[in-house]
């Protein structure tokens, strides 16, 4: 799975960084909703100030919001055969 990483300044003008986040086809059934759980988090980290970090990992905050059988299936690794 290829993931990308988004940079923006929040209203105070720090600089925000957020990582891991999973690219994903438009026919995916999961598109639309990465599509919005990315959306609120950014509205959340814009406009919150107080907050020191300056990178986030999009999927810790997607494995604390999502169901954990949507998330293993978002995620999913496949298994090598013979440790190749």
Do not use: C, H
Request: aromatic fraction near 16%; charged fraction near 25%; proline fraction near 4%.
């Amino acid at each position: 799975m290829l993931f990308k990483s988004l940079e923006f300044k929040n209203a105070v003008g720090q600089k925000v960084k957020i990582t891991e986040i999973p690219v994903l086809e438009r026919n995916s059934p999961y598109y639309f909703m990465i599509q919005v759980r990315l959306q609120t988090f950014m509205k959340s980290l814009y406009m919150d100030s107080k907050k020191v970090i300056q990178t986030y990992s999009f999927r810790e905050y997607l494995k604390k919001v999502l169901k954990w059988p949507v998330y293993e299936k978002l995620f999913k690794t496949t298994e090598l055969k013979n440790n190749a």
